[in-house]
């Protein structure tokens, strides 16, 4: 552990660029790292998606955006090099300028060793090289912590980092700045859903790059029927940029009737009773703003990628290669065999407890 006078550290960066869930797994720690250095300056570099869902954070100074992908894309063409190259180097300069005090690195991987090379800071904190990403993923910190145990959930795991620090207390719960007009507008949306029952939202995309994590849409199909005609629900299904073909496939109204901003659609998850999702950066964000949720979890390992603290319920597959480590597979069956009956018990399960006044 690191022995630091939190009065002589005036400015931390916190590196973890993306993705939108692994964003989400961070928010506690920053909120232990605000309580354990409240006059100091923090600022977190980011990625686009991340930084929409960050903006007007009350507990960040500033966020440092990093436009990896546009640079990703431009560097198809060699004309575009000296640009890129261009704008690292400023993006360095003005890093260095900061003189951080902390850089605490919440990747492990090469990619963010790369950019605790061009931030410097006094004191570098990372995940235990057992625990890092990648194998070098923790070459340049300057302080390792201690290495977590098997299955840890991700936000302990990030946690681990500020514990490092000497945050002592439980896991707080995160926060994000949602607007009020983007509350109201949520509101309205919900109190407009046909039906009596509980307002349930159900999200049928994953990411691109997470497609055996889909649940079949046939199955959300199913449940919304079941939720329907036993509850009465007032069911929306949601989609986010480059999803609304997933949200319509399914066939059921109500779908989200527009692309919205992420922090306005963050504001339509706290106002449902419950949300219901696979294994995206969306499933998260609900459980963090308190809406009880039922995650479905088939080639990724709910321990450590599920919503925690845990709020609401979780529905594993019975496959018995479940969980694995692949990112593409021949068959499948995983997803497939997560039953909508199932999801329905859970979901009323769920349910009961919010009624209940159960603590999610």
Not at 21 to 29: Q, R, S
């Amino acid at each position: 552990m690191l022995d630091l006078d939190p009065g002589e550290v005036r400015k931390i960066l916190l590196v973890r660029t993306s993705a939108l869930g692994d964003v989400v797994h961070t928010l506690p720690a920053l909120d232990a790292l605000r309580e354990s250095f409240p006059s100091a300056e923090i600022h977190w570099l980011v990625e686009p998606l991340g930084a929409r869902l960050l903006e007007g954070h009350p507990k960040l100074d500033r966020l440092v955006v990093l436009p990896r992908q546009r640079w990703k894309r431009d560097a198809r063409s060699p004309l575009r090099w000296p640009a890129i190259a261009v704008e690292v180097l400023r993006l360095a300069a003005g890093l260095r300028r900061e003189r951080y005090d902390l850089v605490i690195d919440f990747h492990g991987n090469l990619r963010s060793a790369a950019i605790l090379a061009l931030a410097g800071g006094r004191r570098r904190i990372g995940f235990h090289r057992a625990d890092a990403a990648e194998a070098g993923g923790s070459l340049l910190t300057t302080h390792a912590a201690a290495r977590v145990p098997p299955r840890t959930s991700k936000v302990e795991k990030n946690l681990a980092l500020v514990r490092e620090l000497g945050f002592s207390r439980d896991c707080p719960p995160g926060t994000l700045g949602l607007r009020e007009e983007d509350r109201l507008w949520a509101r309205a949306l919900v109190a407009s859903l046909p039906g009596s029952g509980p307002a349930v939202g159900l999200h049928p995309a994953v990411s691109r790059f997470g497609d055996l994590k889909r649940w079949p849409p046939e199955r959300f199909r199913e449940l919304i029927d079941l939720l329907r005609e036993h509850h009465d629900a007032r069911v929306l299904v949601t989609w986010g940029p480059g999803e609304r073909e997933a949200a319509e496939v399914v066939g059921r109204p109500t779908v989200l009737p527009e692309e919205v901003g992420l922090l306005r659609f963050a504001a339509v998850l706290e106002a449902l009773d419950l949300f219901i999702a696979a294994d995206t950066g969306v499933l998260p964000i609900a459980a963090l703003l308190g809406t009880p949720t039922v995650g479905l979890y088939g080639p990724k390992d709910a321990a450590v990628y599920g919503p925690y603290p845990r709020r609401g319920e979780l529905v594993t597959s019975t496959a018995p290669c479940s969980p694995c480590t692949l990112r593409r597979c021949e068959h499948r069956i995983c997803m497939a065999l997560i039953t909508a009956g199932a999801v329905l018990e859970a979901a009323e399960r769920a349910l009961a407890a919010r009624q209940r006044g159960i603590p999610a």
